[in-house]
């Protein structure tokens, strides 16, 4: 990347608007964005001509030991995007003011300092692949999701059926926000192709998976590194139903992919995190005790009582493998903070994410968990751990019918 430079502003003024930024809430403190942003941030008060590389960033910001990889770790590039747009939707609304802004303008890693008259120029253009077209479709659609809540929320915030209200009430909370996380698979990325090996998700798994390896042997001399650009279709129309309902009714809503969501996001918020474990590493990481879990094509029975099948398996048609039946699993959990939760929307296929977000918006189903008396409302500030089994039959890939299996209320 190459670096970008507008001076306005006297030192002071930028050294005032940094230290502004730092302590006004646009990122939290202790938290590598918050690191980055001081780091940045100087760079482009002491050395605004110099321009950064990847590598610096991630050592001297950001802690990384000397054999760090950035065409391995994307945390660097991940970090700058994230924090590219907080500072823009700060500037947007509580900072619009502000005589002096701070921004990140796109291909460039090092920060510009503008005036409220002078735009930062943007860096050069990068021609894309056709996988960028991709992904920026799936981030439009993503954001059309939210618009189409958003406007809804403008216009009509009228009750939602019983139903609806007693599950989803505490995401109707103006105080508390809600952090949509949307499982990313991650993908191999050359010059001119995406590949995935489907029983891997992480950089570190590489090396032990046979079918890993292959992909790589065959794309060498190229060095292809890992990119979460993508998300599967039935994670896509799960955003967009449940941001649907929630911003109908007035929620306050975030989208994040799981690949840069860390644990201090989650602190004070609500979240739904859309897609197996596999593409949402926090989940099996949650300090709670399952007794379902959702692995390849499957349901497991952790701990089946009397006349319960030990797993809940799929159903496909040949010769195509077609899938006909699905089992998914919807948990929630407490939050990390009083008067939060957490709700996982859990399979090991792209189609039963969607499932399972139609059986949440669907009032004649939560009637079936409202009938069992789970438990959905918090007792002291905090809310009761459960897990529902649901069963889900498919036509094509569309959801054509869905029926509750069996629940357990953990805690």
């Known amino acids: 990347m190459q ?49 950064l590389k990847e590598y610096t960033i991630g050592v001297e910001a950001l802690g990384k030991s000397g054999d760090y990889d950035p065409r391995l770790d994307p945390t660097i590039r991940v970090e700058v995007a994230k924090l590219r747009r907080r500072l823009k939707e700060y500037y947007q609304e509580a900072g619009a003011e502000r005589p002096v802004k701070l921004e990140i303008p796109k291909g460039v890693y090092l920060p510009v300092f503008s005036s409220a008259s002078t735009p930062a120029r943007t860096g050069r253009s990068v021609p894309r692949s056709w996988g960028f077209w991709l992904a920026a479709v799936a981030v439009i659609a993503s954001v059309a999701a939210i618009a189409v809540g958003w406007s809804g929320r403008r216009g009509n915030t009228a009750r939602l059926a019983p139903e609806l209200e007693a599950f989803w009430e505490p995401h109707f909370s103006e105080r508390t926000p809600t ?28 090396e032990g998976n046979p079918e890993a390896q292959e992909i ?8 292809p590194h890992p990119v979460y650009h993508f998300v599967g279709i039935g994670e896509a129309e799960a955003l967009f139903h449940i941001t649907r309902l929630l911003a109908g009714r007035g929620a306050p809503l975030m989208v994040e992919r799981s690949s840069t969501v860390g644990w201090q996001d989650l602190k004070g918020r609500h979240a739904i995190f859309l897609g ?102 918090p007792e002291r500030g905090v809310y009761r751990s459960f897990q529902v089994v649901i069963a889900a039959k498919f036509n094509k890939g569309v959801v054509v019918g869905l029926s509750y299996k069996t629940h357990r209320v953990l805690n």
């Open 276 to 377: 197996g474990r596999k593409f949402n590493p926090q989940i099996p990481e949650f300090p709670y005790k399952a007794k379902f879990e959702a692995v390849e094509r499957r349901i497991v029975n952790l701990e089946p009582k009397a006349g319960e099948p030990s797993e809940y398996l799929s159903m496909s048609l040949p010769p195509n493998g077609d899938i006909t039946e699905k089992h998914a699993l919807i948990s929630v959990y407490p939050g990390f903070t009083p008067n939060t939760r957490f709700v996982t929307l859990e399979c090991s296929s792209t189609e039963g994410t969607l499932a399972a977000a139609e059986f949440l918006i669907r009032p004649d189903m939560l009637a079936q968990l409202i009938s069992r008396r789970i438990p959905l409302r």
């Open 179 to 206: 952090l949509l996380v949307l499982g990313a698979p991650m993908f191999y990325r050359t010059a001119f192709s995406f590949y995935r090996a489907t029983r891997v998700n992480r950089p570190e798994d590489l």
């Open 216 to 223: 790589l042997s065959i794309l060498k001399p190229q060095e």
């Open 3 to 51: 670096s970008a430079h507008l001076d306005a502003g006297s030192r002071e003024d930028k050294q005032q608007e940094l230290d502004h930024l730092l302590h006004s809430g646009v990122v939290r403190e202790r938290t590598q964005l918050h690191s980055l942003l001081a780091y940045l941030g100087t760079k482009a008060i002491e050395e605004p001509a110099e321009p």
